[in-house]
T-cell receptor
Framework: GAVVSQHPSWVICKSGTSVKIECRSL??????MFWYRQFPKQSLMLMAT?????????EQGVEKDKFLINHASLTLSTLTVTSAHPEDSSFYIC??????????FGSGTRLTVV | GENVGLHLPTLSVQEGDNSIINCAYS??????FIWYKQESGKGPQFIID?????DKRQGQRVTVLLNKTVKHLSLQIAATQPGDSAVYFC???????????FGKGTKLSVKP
């Protein structure tokens, strides 16, 4: 079946630094990738949708200059949290779609900003 | 819609009993729905899906019911097992939008 690999699984960084999270579709070409954020005991909140080769579409309230998304190929999307602050600490999850009714999720990245 | 509240609803069931998890979705134009299981520290795992032209779909030990009139989804798990303990989310999609929006989630706790 379709597999999405997300790295790192966890990361600790200092306030003010940037962190990059990678999301790869291993055995299929992902025309669209999605990034979600999940705070403890809450649901997944969609941050942005990205299509290969074009700019990401951000959900209302998500700062595009803070959460940089790159989807340069059909198998890789990256999310960079710039100038991270403790309030950015969260569980970030990517999802990839080939189009149609198919979404495959990564295993998530636990970001802790200290 | 936005998520509110810091506490997930919890459903506690005895091993072997049937579980019913409910979800109210937000958009009457949504036409595809998925139930996901999420274990602690992991990404969502697909359980079962249903399109809006159906009102019931069955899988192995799981059944999804869709009531479009009241925008309600339910997930029924037969003979619940300890391994079913997790948080369950419904998600809705509107085909024209092409993204999934997640509901609030329910924590299922199975007592042995």
């Amino acid at each position: 079946g379709a597999v999405v690999s997300q790295h790192p699984s966890w990361v600790i960084c200092k306030s003010g630094t940037s962190v990059k999270i990678e999301c790869r579709s291993l055995d299929f070409q992902a025309t669209t990738m999605f990034w979600y954020r999940q705070f403890p005991k809450q649901s997944l909140m969609l941050m942005a949708t990205s299509n290969e080769g074009s700019k990401a579409t951000y959900e209302q309230g998500v700062e595009k200059d803070k959460f940089l998304i790159n989807h340069a190929s059909l198998t890789l999307s990256t999310l960079t949290v710039t100038s991270a602050h403790p309030e950015d600490s969260s569980f970030y999850i990517c999802s990839a779609s080939q189009g149609g009714l198919s979404y495959t999720f990564g295993s998530g990245t636990r970001l802790t900003v200290v | 819609g936005e998520n509110v509240g810091l506490h997930l609803p919890t459903l506690s069931v005895q091993e072997g009993d049937n579980s019913i998890i409910n979800c109210a979705y937000s958009n009457s134009a949504s036409d595809y729905f998925i139930w996901y299981k999420q274990e602690s520290g992991k990404g969502p795992q697909f359980i079962i899906d249903i399109r809006s032209n159906m009102d019931k779909r069955q899988g192995q030990r799981v059944t999804v019911l869709l009531n479009k009139t009241v925008k309600h989804l339910s997930l029924q798990i037969a003979a619940t097992q300890p391994g079913d303990s997790a948080v369950y989310f419904c998600a809705e999609e509107m085909r024209s939008q092409g993204n999934l929006i997640f509901g609030k989630g329910t924590k299922l706790s199975v007592k042995p």
